[in-house]
């Protein structure tokens, strides 16, 4: 068989092209749909009654927002009509408990693998809380012990120069602490599973971004890294406006 020539100008062009799909594919990717409108409106919303709430009502609630978020997740991308829920989230369906979620959203490659244990040791939490009128706080075990666990996402923006933010998070007791990562770490992971399967779902790499800066991520990755910081900066007592 002859082999075939190809030019470098033939190359340069097939890259060009290559770049234009996958700035055409991430433009309808980054754009916020009205689910994820709605996940963002609910997050802020949750973020702000969930302040002032205690710690069990505080982690039933996040924790739940979570799960729902999944299941409507599973809604939106593969279309279920709502004739056809209880099929899959009703007792016998293969979506019906958050652990069986956790599941498929990982072999789906929604949920990356670092986020699996989080989510799980996050529904632990609230089943807990839901389930044990003993346990009422976080510092108890094993709430502690599994919170502990958990990537401390409230701290990613805390830098070695004294701020605001530090400051008052040091200042601040455990329970106050962990509340603030639960809250974080919920919201990462739904960043996370709604983004990724969007990603899949316009041909494009889950973990595919513009740049690697801020610009370069989606809608519904900036909103939620935006209420996390508020709900953060206000648990503690600071005005959102001052930037970590």
Avoid at 14 to 30: D, G, H, M, S, V
Avoid at 31 to 53: I, S
Avoid at 154 to 180: F, G, H, M, P, S
């Amino acid at each position: 068989m002859k082999e075939v020539q190809i030019e470098e100008v033939d190359r340069i062009a097939a890259r060009n092209l290559i770049i234009e799909i996958t700035a055409q594919r991430f433009a309808a990717a980054r754009t916020a749909t009205d689910f994820e409108k709605r996940v963002l409106a609910e997050a802020e919303a949750l973020g702000e009654f969930a302040r002032n709430a205690g710690t069990r009502t505080y982690c039933i609630l996040v924790v739940s927002f979570l799960e729902d978020t999944f299941r409507e997740n599973f809604v939106e991308r593969w279309q279920i009509r709502p004739s056809q829920r209880n099929d899959f989230f009703g007792a016998n369906g293969p979506l019906s408990t958050f652990a069986q979620r956790i599941t498929l959203a990982s072999g789906m490659s929604w949920l990356p693998e670092c986020f699996v244990n989080e989510a799980g040791l996050l529904r632990k939490i609230r089943n807990e809380l839901a389930h044990n009128h003993r346990i009422h706080s976080l510092i108890q075990d094993p709430l502690l012990s599994w919170a502990n666990n958990l990537k401390p996402a409230e701290t990613v923006w805390i830098n070695e120069e004294r701020t605001r933010y530090r400051d008052a998070y040091d200042a601040a007791d455990r329970e106050t602490q962990l509340r603030i990562r639960i809250f974080c770490v919920a919201l990462h992971i739904i960043a996370a599973v709604v983004s990724r399967s969007k990603n899949i779902a316009n041909e494009l790499p889950t973990n595919y971004r513009a740049s690697e800066d801020w610009r370069g991520m989606t809608d519904i990755e900036q909103g939620l890294i935006d209420a996390m910081v508020r709900h953060a900066y206000l648990s503690l007592g600071i005005p959102p406006s001052i930037t970590p």
